[in-house]
């Protein structure tokens, strides 16, 4: 019913920057929240980041000061802008999104994206 496509990851040496993108699509007829987790090798997966409709986020202390989220609406899409990066971002990066959607009968889900790989490394 709904289709998360992640794009952004990738190599940087710490102090890099790098931006992860996430679109939906699909039978939407409306999306609340939208996030980011992560999950790093060995441990279990952590919350990043999320932002409601209406625009308010929360962090995870260990990102507060240098993730940056925000969407875009009219475009279901979600931005996770990643500064100042560290060895310890290094991880598989998750959107997540809670939507309305269906084709006959609207239903609240909670939709995962394929995941998309940070390694942070000089």
């Known amino acids: 019913q709904v289709q998360l496509v992640e794009s952004g990851g990738g190599s940087v040496q710490p102090g890099g920057s790098l931006r992860l993108s996430c679109a939906a699509s699909?039978?939407?007829?409306?999306?609340?929240?939208m996030g980011w987790y992560r999950q790093a090798p060995g441990k279990e997966r952590e919350l990043v980041s999320t932002?409601?409709?209406?625009?308010?986020?929360t962090y995870a202390d260990s990102v507060k000061g240098r993730f940056t989220i925000s969407r875009d609406n009219p475009k279901n899409t979600v931005i996770l802008q990643m500064d100042s990066l560290k060895p310890e971002d290094t991880a598989i990066y998750y959107c997540?999104?809670?939507?309305?959607?269906?084709?006959?009968?609207?239903?609240?889900?909670?939709?995962w994206g394929q995941g998309t790989q940070v390694t942070v490394s000089s």
């Open positions: 997540n999104v809670e939507a309305l959607a269906g084709l006959k009968t609207i239903t609240l889900g909670d939709y």
């Open positions: 699909g039978s939407i007829f409306s999306i609340n929240t």
């Open positions: 932002v409601t409709k209406a625009g308010s986020t």
